[in-house]
């Protein structure tokens, strides 16, 4: 386990499931923000308090495949919503998650993903800006 708790992974906006194992009980919720040693969860606050280490159930976005971690929790937000994401109480709560414990197989596929996912947005943002360096040649006359 490391205990330099600084970033060294980039993160990823994603979209994918998660279920919290919260008191025998599942809790789902959208994971929005993904590195290789954590992620930031979102779903509609419902009350209660949050537990220091949880059992996460995380489907790893892109791939067809779920792993198990136990999560430490790095922060807990709630914040205003407009929509319906905010349920009854019109709030979100949003967890960080630090992935403490997984399996080395699934700790190695999650590296990847976000490793690839982020080298390939970079990559396409290099692309587009070659082609607005092109593209400007033109209004130049």
Known sequence: MREDHRRYSPRIDVEALCWEMIGGHERSSLIVD??????????????????RE??????????DEVMWAKGEVCFDHLVQATGPE????????????????????????????????????????????????WASCYSRG
Do not use: N, W
């Open 54 to 63: 949880v059992a996460l159930q995380l489907e790893v976005p892109g791939i």
């Open 86 to 133: 905010g349920g009854l109480l019109g709030l979100v709560r949003r967890t960080g998650y630090r992935i403490a414990v997984a399996a080395t197989r699934d700790l190695k596929m999650l590296r990847e993903l976000v490793f690839d996912t982020d080298a390939m947005k970079r990559h396409r943002a290099l692309e587009q800006d070659d082609m607005l360096v």
């Open 34 to 51: 993904l590195s290789s040693d954590g992620a930031r969860l979102e779903r509609p606050y419902v009350g209660g308090q949050i537990q």
